[in-house]
């Protein structure tokens, strides 16, 4: 309970900085292994959806950031092992699970493609692969198109809402099917990121 705390508290952070660009590295070389909101069947009984991507990689490969940010968390935690978390700012966090072994540290920066790890198997896992997580706004998004992503093409799909203090008016949210990023006065809201629902325990299947 603990740790998953911890992790709501990193997932929900929005700071001031802004080190993000498109599009994001793919952390491995490796395919995909098991995709984002995948809902695993145990028993019978539909888990809750998987909240990121899953990449083969073999004991040892090296794991590079797929943004820039400041590092935020070097854990090693029951489920997702040995963990990093990446803020890159404005609410945009990343995430690598079942590491081997960490080359970066707590607070320091990182470049986009530095090397933050070396895959491996850690905690809850069984077998050598990278979960690959990406939040923004405290909720999980599918991080697959924004590998090829560029500005002009999200901006397609891009409304701007005037933001007025003096209204009670409910903001969009993840439940509707949008992503609502502040810039100054306004909000920008990018269609078709697909947010995944975070059980009760405060986090997705890992």
Known sequence: LQEQ????????????????KLPIRRPVSSAVSSTYGRRRILNGIPKSPHAGIDFRAAMGTPVIAALTGRVVATKDL????LTVCVDSGQGILSYYYHLSEFNVREGQLVEQGSVLAKSGMSGRSTGPHLHFGLSLLGQYVDADSLFEANPSDMLKNTKMVPIDDSREERMPDARDNVVFVFVRNR??????????????????TI
Do not use: N, Q
């Open 5 to 20: 705390r911890m992790m709501k508290h990193i997932r929900e952070t929005v700071s001031p900085f802004g080190f993000w």
């Open 78 to 81: 029951y489920y997702s092992g």
């Open 187 to 204: 909000v920008l809201l990018f269609d078709g990121w697909r947010p995944c629902p975070v059980d009760p325990a405060g986090e997705g």
